[in-house]
């Protein structure tokens, strides 16, 4: 239900966008989160929207450099990635959360936006490696 694509390899200060095709799920009842994991490191979360409004988050790592944005109509979310650098080189997924279902229980996005134990739907991972 979840297809990241887009990685690759490019030079630190080098760009790249990432796509995620979603499908299978009410768009509006959802969110879709990026994550990243590197070698030997924990998965984090990098970037997240919310599809019924377009509210978006970002780790402080990535503020100013990523974009994240979602085309409704293709049922796509996009992570465009600027200003690389080689700490950003990761595995990343794709994964989509039910907002509305945990809103019920007083579970808001800007709560849970990097618990990935909560997201409901994965991705299988797309490698991105900036070279120094």
């Known amino acids: 239900q979840l297809q990241a694509s887009g990685g690759g390899l490019v030079q630190a200060g080098g760009s790249l966008r990432l796509s995620c095709a979603a499908s299978g799920f009410p768009f509006n009842d959802y969110a879709v989160g990026w994550f990243r994991q590197a070698p030997g490191k924990e998965r984090e979360g990098v970037s997240c929207?919310?599809?019924?409004?377009?509210?978006?988050y970002y780790t402080d790592s990535v503020k100013g450099r990523f974009t994240i944005s979602s085309d409704r109509a293709e049922g796509t979310v996009y992570l465009q990635m600027s200003s690389l650098k080689p700490e950003d080189t990761a595995v990343y997924y794709c994964?989509?959360?039910?907002?509305?279902?945990?809103?019920?229980?007083?579970?808001?996005?800007?709560?849970?936006?990097?618990?990935?134990?909560?997201?409901?739907?994965w991705g299988k991972g797309t490698l991105v490696t900036v070279s120094s």
């Open positions: 994964a989509a959360v039910d907002v509305y279902t945990r809103a019920a229980y007083g579970m808001s996005l800007d709560r849970i936006k990097w618990t990935a134990n909560e997201y409901d739907y």
């Open positions: 929207i919310m599809l019924y409004d377009g509210t978006t």
